[in-house]
């Protein structure tokens, strides 16, 4: 059975460009969550999508959108990178029926120069 | 506001030295607590949940409880293998998303 996996894995890119990072859930998952995670910090959440909809939002600007497709998986993308956009990308999915446990990927490591 | 707070913020332990880890948490009802294991570099990796005060868990090393404050993850016998970040995590009965605390890193020397 194949977990949450992400790419790429690892990405390099300069202040103001743009990113796009990619989740595909655990099998028999329709729910889909990012989160952001900086160096000694505990996630934060971003978004989660279900049914192809964002359907709850953290705290974070319109800079970071995403997007579902109709196989569940995600895509998160980041607008205008700042420095401060550095951090481990984390993809978690669950199933929304019973609003179940999140399991997370293995995340992409985004390093803003 | 919802917050989560862990103690302590790291944790040195000899190999075969019990000891527990502490999740403080504020959330406007409560649906599920979670612990997860987060090894450098990677994702974290699901440990338990737990949803009503009094609830216990076990699996190998590892037992966690629950109570209407606080949880605990107890480390009996640790390994060296054991080494990881430990996240604590609430989910509260409105919402999606998981509010994490900043995680204990347990280093357990043989």
């Known amino acids: 059975d194949a977990g949450v996996t992400q790419s790429p894995t690892h990405l390099i890119k300069t202040r103001g460009q743009q990113v796009t990072l990619r989740c595909s859930p655990k099998s028999g998952h329709d729910t889909v969550s990012w989160y952001q995670q900086a160096l000694g910090q505990g996630p934060q959440f971003i978004f989660q999508y279900y049914e192809e909809e964002e359907r709850q939002r953290g705290n974070f600007p319109d800079r970071f959108s995403g997007h579902q497709f109709p196989n569940y998986s995600s895509e998160l993308n980041v607008n205008a990178l700042l420095l401060g956009d550095s951090a481990l990308y984390l993809c978690a999915s669950s199933l929304d029926t019973v609003q179940e446990t999140q399991y997370f990927g293995p995340g992409t490591r985004l390093l803003v120069l | 506001e919802d917050q989560v707070t862990q103690s302590p913020e790291a944790l040195r332990l000899q190999e075969g030295e019990s000891s527990s880890l502490n999740c403080s948490y504020t959330?406007?009802?409560?649906?599920?607590l979670f612990w997860y294991r987060q090894d450098p570099g990677k994702g974290p990796e699901f440990l338990f949940t737990l949803y009503s005060a009094g609830e216990e868990k076990e699996k190998e090393r590892l037992k966690a409880t629950l109570t209407k404050k606080e949880s605990f993850l107890h480390i009996t016998a640790p390994k060296p293998e054991d080494s990881a970040t430990y996240l604590c995590?609430?989910?509260?009965?409105?919402?999606?998303?998981?509010?994490f605390g900043k995680g204990t890193k347990l280093s357990v020397k043989p």
């Open positions: 995590a609430v989910q509260a009965s409105s919402q999606g998303n998981l509010i």
């Open positions: 959330v406007s009802g409560l649906r599920g």
